[in-house]
């Protein structure tokens, strides 16, 4: 499975931007998808996820702002009222199996994209 990212780019504080998450190659499983956050030189933070039954997890720096699509593919990120503390390289993720692991945990997830850049001034 290969993920990839897009729909990030530079902009203004309180901008809007929707990043999509286009999967190919063997099908996704119908298990839980995500998007998680990098910071140079920080760890790669969980940001929001989506399991098969649509629940959803959000991070508590992102509620309220931040929108994670209900279809696979492609798998979106609507965020809204953004902030340079948002600024990041996001990543798409999806797992292979069920797990019991954190929906906002790196560990649950299988396939990774590389990313796609957000930068907020």
């Known amino acids: 499975v290969q993920l990839v990212e897009s729909g990030g780019g530079s902009v203004q504080a309180g901008a809007s931007l929707r990043l999509s998450c286009k999967a190919s190659?063997?099908?996704?499983?119908?298990?839980?998808m995500g998007w998680f956050r990098r910071v140079p030189g920080g760890q790669r933070e969980g940001v929001a996820a989506i399991d098969s039954d649509r629940t959803t997890t959000y991070a508590d720096s992102v509620k309220g702002r931040f929108t994670i699509g209900n279809a696979k593919n492609p798998l979106t990120l609507q965020m809204n009222d953004l902030k340079p503390e948002d600024t990041a390289m996001y990543y798409c993720a999806a797992a292979k199996t069920a797990s019991s692991l954190p929906y906002l945990g790196e560990k649950r997830y299988d396939y990774w994209g590389q990313g796609t850049q957000v930068t907020v001034s």
């Open positions: 190659g063997n099908t996704i499983e119908n298990h839980a």
